[in-house]
C-alpha cells in the first residue's frame, strides 16, 4: 500500500492562469492523473515519480 500526502498547487497572480500552469508542469514530466476524482475545477497531476497533486485556479 502507497502512503499519499496530498499536495496541492493554488494558484497565485505571478504564477499564471491554471492552464499555463498545467501545461508548463506537463512540459517539465507531469503527466494526468485518474484517481477517480471525477469533473472537478481542478487538475490532477503525478510528477515523474508518480507522486499525484492538485492544480487549483485562484481562490
Not at 494558484?11 to 494526468?32: I, N, Q
Not at 475545477?41 to 515523474?48: E, G, M, R, S, Y
Amino acid at each position: 500500500m502507497q502512503d499519499r500526502l496530498c499536495v496541492s498547487v493554488r494558484l497565485g497572480g505571478a504564477l499564471g492562469d491554471e492552464p499555463e500552469l498545467v501545461a508548463r508542469l506537463k512540459e517539465l514530466g507531469a503527466t494526468s492523473a485518474d484517481v477517480g476524482q471525477g469533473d472537478l475545477p481542478w487538475k490532477v497531476l503525478a510528477d515523474p515519480e508518480g507522486n499525484e497533486f492538485c492544480v487549483l485556479g485562484p481562490a
